[in-house]
């Protein structure tokens, strides 16, 4: 068989077990979305955890799969090596085939060796197998593994080992699912030793050389680990395997880098051609091409998935890897953003397996050179600063970057701690990591000090839990103190408990009282998740009678402390007394409002990511009656027609008229049916489900606790006021639904129309008139300039005459009209040309007040004139001042009176400056 490409390769892989009954699964996004504990999927069971734990089950019991998995720690220096060897990435793909309660170790171990041996044609007697024997002695021996090493496969009986817990039992975590696992190794073959002069190296399978290679992990997880550390038999056995792609395919390939497979040879190749490079120029920058090669691959695999540079978290990694190849870029020749034509190749070569690249071409593209160009940008200031650092330190025999000095070059120039660290120690020195993560953490402290503590000083929460602890003393609130679904109703009859004025409790106030009420339930919506409290009124009306005893408008219901709400508002009529029975009633229409833009808000939200892509994520949301504010995820403006089709979809959405459904579900339920939790949100078990679309077919679900239409026609109509930046990689649409959508439209048209009026055309012929004038008007500004040049020139040709000499110099100082101060300017050279040598003053007065120039020829200048202090002595005339070059100065004055006057007086100024 010929050498397989990686491509080959995988698909062998799929297709193997797919024939063997698994069902092929696609890599899960490289970032988890139902795993907080975990910043990237690192391997293949990330997707399958919740099976193992008996938590979830999946419609098939085989699967076989290619990971994504992204391995990059911040604490960890892993990334340093990333580049340094041959061996270390950050993106990689691990493949995988899985039981859950089906086959077990027979068929796992037998069909390994088929397809190693078989399939891709691996020599036997190159492979060995090791199996798990507890070297405390408390754990059975593997020897069913063992046996089918034996009985199911032809390998050499000499070349199973035994080892120990740490190579050969794996543990999901301290608790829960565990079990033995069997490795199969790849011996590169004896030459391949580089510890062969070590007296103490014993060359075999686990003797760190890298003569052997791990290939292939098969776990069998058999048992359930209690808190004691007691092994428990697990009812259902499972298998979960892995095998490094990139290495499988470098032995494959016979090469003995993997850097050398046709995986990241394209992306080498590529960087080689753009920088004219031979093969000896890239064997001698080998770390730069290895970094730019691993780097594109997961800069590009990241942006797909949705991550965005930043500064937390994730999008701190991404950022960080991509300004470490830009950096390593420019240390090969680079003097442009280069890394887009990187992620170009990644995306030609991994796309046919990865359709998620294809589908955002664009948006990776763009996304890259974006952040590469911010970089680029202070990349210089950050590493000259860095340079002045490090030249300092060698001076002073140091060895070791401060740690602070460290975190100011990021603080200060951006320039990522990696990056620091590379260049010091490509001078030899060592950067005090600790030292910097404490800088760091003593920044967030500050950051979190200079938040605006809220107000709310503890004198007033002490009294808001005083009475909180009394009304539930007396059995006076509902079943939670807001014990009440918001949702479903507007009005509601009930009991004033408590009534508060000046955050005192009273029996009762009386009108124009700013007072605080509290309700066993309530119908009033509380400030949360964006959507603005409600306002409405509460009452107490006599039996059987329309007037109210007494009413409070009530402004805003707020929660100061949990269990507690209360309704802020002034008495408008009566006496209010605690104990009163009262009906609370929402303003409705205001209500219908908010519940408009909260539904459109959700239907914007899904028809981003639709138009725009997965990696719109919600970073914001404002819901209040008058508009919608929405701040999202996306590296760039949106065009006209991404605007455009975004509200045209909204809009479908809204005259569809579909079922928008609130239901309570449990929180893992409705993760793993797909629905949009915010990130970084904390949610209870019990959540609450707002779903968009046909029953069955939702296009919209998010975890949501705000007040919702019945159907999505009730929006009316969806318009788009706004699109803005509001920070790196953030945008921000405001937007207005029902009545106020109505109005603009209404008041909008009415302009257009009246306009239309006034141009005497038709309204759909407006813009068209209005670029017309505009064209006119520009020609008629041109025409005019050009006859005021003309009446300058005229004038100026008159003016020739009144040139004087003085002292043997000819100056000529006249009075002009001139439109601006420019043109005056020009006059200057115009009579200086003329002159060839002299001195010119001109005066004009420019909207009402007197503006002088002067200008001296450059050989009268040698002789001591100047046209600065000519015009200062002008200026003090006119009640003024001014200053400029020898050559040529200004000034302006108050009184346009003395404008001849000071004109009169250049000839004996000139005289003086002549004569001293
Ligand atoms: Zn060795
Ligand atoms: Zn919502």
Not at 583 to 600: G, L, S
Request: aromatic share 8%.
């Amino acid at each position: 068989m010929g050498e397989l490409t990686s491509a080959e390769v995988r698909q062998s892989f799929l297709d193997f077990f797919a024939s063997r009954d698994h069902t092929v699964v696609p890599s899960a996004s490289l970032v988890p979305h139902d795993d907080p504990t975990l910043l990237f999927s690192n391997a293949g069971m990330n997707q399958f955890k919740d099976v193992f734990l008996g938590l979830g089950s999946r419609p098939y019991t085989r699967a076989v799969d290619t990971q994504k998995c992204m391995r990059v720690s911040g604490k960890h220096n892993d990334l340093e090596d990333v580049g340094r060897d041959s061996t270390h990435h950050t993106f990689f793909e691990m493949l995988g085939n899985w039981s859950f309660g089906d086959y077990y170790k027979k068929e796992a171990i037998a069909w390994s060796w088929e397809l190693l041996t078989e399939v891709y044609g691996l020599s036997e007697e190159r492979l060995w197998a090791t199996v798990f024997r507890d070297e405390l002695g408390a754990l059975e021996t593997d020897e069913e593994a063992a046996g089918y090493w034996r009985s199911e496969t032809g390998i050499d009986p000499a070349h199973i080992l035994y080892f120990g817990r740490k190579d050969n039992f794996w543990e999901m975590a301290d608790t829960g699912p565990c079990g033995p696992c069997s490795e199969i190794s790849y011996d590169r073959g004896p030459e391949t030793c580089e510890c062969a002069g070590d007296p103490d190296h014993v060359c075999q399978v686990n003797g760190d050389c890298g003569r052997f290679v791990e290939l292939w992990n098969l776990v069998f997880i058999q048992y359930d680990k209690d808190a004691d550390g007691n092994l428990h038999p697990l009812p259902a056995k499972h298998v979960d395997t892995g095998m490094g792609f990139e290495r499988l395919v470098s032995i494959l390939q016979g090469v003995n880098s993997n850097y050398r497979t046709d995986l990241f040879m394209p992306i080498i190749r590529r960087v080689q051609e753009m920088m004219g490079h031979t093969d000896e120029d890239v064997e001698e920058n080998i770390t730069a091409y290895r970094v730019i090669a691993d780097h594109g691959r997961a800069i590009a695999f990241l942006i797909g998935d949705g991550v965005l540079p930043g500064n937390e978290g994730r999008n701190y990694v991404l950022r960080m890897i991509l300004r470490r190849a830009a950096r390593f870029g420019r240390q090969l020749g680079f003097d442009r953003p280069f890394l887009a034509e990187v992620a170009q190749v990644v995306i030609e070569t991994m796309g046919p397996q990865f359709p998620e690249l294809e589908a955002r071409r664009q948006f990776i593209l763009s996304t890259v050179t974006q952040e590469e160009e911010r970089f680029l940008h202070t990349l210089d200031l950050g590493l000259s600063r860095l340079d002045e650092v490090l030249t300092e330190y060698e001076a002073e025999s140091r060895e070791v970057v401060p740690g602070d000095a460290a975190f100011r070059l990021y603080d200060t120039f951006g320039l990522p701690l990696e990056i620091t660290r590379d260049v010091a120690q490509e001078r030899g020195l060592n950067v005090d990591e600790d030292g910097y993560q404490a800088a760091l953490e003593e920044q967030r402290e500050r950051a979190r000090g200079a938040e605006p503590s809220q107000a709310r000083d503890e004198e007033t929460l002490r009294r808001y839990m005083e009475i909180l602890a009394r009304l539930q003393e007396r059995d006076l609130l509902g079943a939670d103190g807001v014990g009440h679904d918001p949702y479903s109703v507007t009005e509601l009859e009930t009991t004033v408990v408590a009534l508060l004025r000046d955050g005192e409790l009273v029996k009762s106030a009386t009108g124009g009282d700013q007072v605080e009420v509290v309700l066993p339930v309530t119908c009033f919506y509380v400030e949360s998740g964006g959507q603005v409290s409600d306002t409405g009124f509460i009452a107490a009306y006599p039996p059987g009678e329309d007037e109210p005893i007494w009413e409070i408008e009530v402004q805003e219901a707020r929660q100061p402390i949990p269990g507690l709400i209360v309704h802020v508002g002034v008495v408008k009529q009566g006496r209010a007394r605690t104990g009163d029975a009262v009906w609370a009633v929402v303003n409705y229409e205001r209500r219908m409002d908010i519940a408009r833009n909260h539904t459109a808000t959700h239907l914007l939200h899904s028809e981003l990511r639709y138009v725009l892509g997965e990696h719109v994520q919600q970073a914001g949301s404002l819901v209040t009656p008058g508009r919608l504010r929405f701040d999202f995820t996306h590296p760039a403006m949106l065009t006209e027609d991404e605007l455009a089709l975004v509200t045209r979809s909204v809009n479908d959405a809204v005259l569809a008229n579909y079922p928008v459904q609130v239901v309570q579900e449990r929180y893992r339920q409705a993760v793993s049916e797909g629905v949009i939790a915010l990130f970084g949100e904390k949610y209870g078990d019990d959540v609450r489900v707002v779903r968009v679309g046909l029953p069955g077919e939702p296009f919209s679900q998010e975890l949501c606790g705000g007040t919702h239409l019945d159907e999505t026609g009730e929006i009316g109509l969806f318009h788009i006021i706004s699109e803005e930046g509001v920070g790196a990689g953030l945008r921000r649409i405001e937007a207005v639904t029902g009545r106020v959508a109505v109005d603009l439209v209404e008041r909008q048209l009415s302009v257009l129309q009246r306009t239309a009026a006034y141009l005497n055309v038709a309204s759909d012929e407006v813009d068209r008139k209005a670029l017309s004038l505009l064209g006119e008007l520009q020609s008629a500004r041109k025409e005019i300039a050009g006859l005021q040049e003309k009446l300058a020139r005229r004038e100026f040709e008159a003016m020739l005459d009144h040139v004087q000499s003085v002292a043997g110099v000819s100056l000529l100082s006249a009075r002009v009209t001139a439109p601006s101060m420019d043109m005056l300017r020009e006059m200057t050279d115009w009579v200086r040309d003329r002159l060839g040598s002299g001195v010119v003053v001109l005066g004009t007065v420019l909207a009402g007040r007197p503006a002088l120039v002067a200008a001296v020829t450059p050989d009268l200048v040698e002789r001591g004139l100047d046209a600065g202090r000519l015009v200062r002595g002008l200026a003090d005339v006119v009640g003024g001042g001014g200053g400029g070059k020898p050559t040529l100065a200004q000034a302006g004055g108050r009184d346009p009176n003395r404008l001849d006057d000071a004109l009169r007086q250049a000839p004996r100024m000139l005289e003086d400056m002549m004569a001293s």
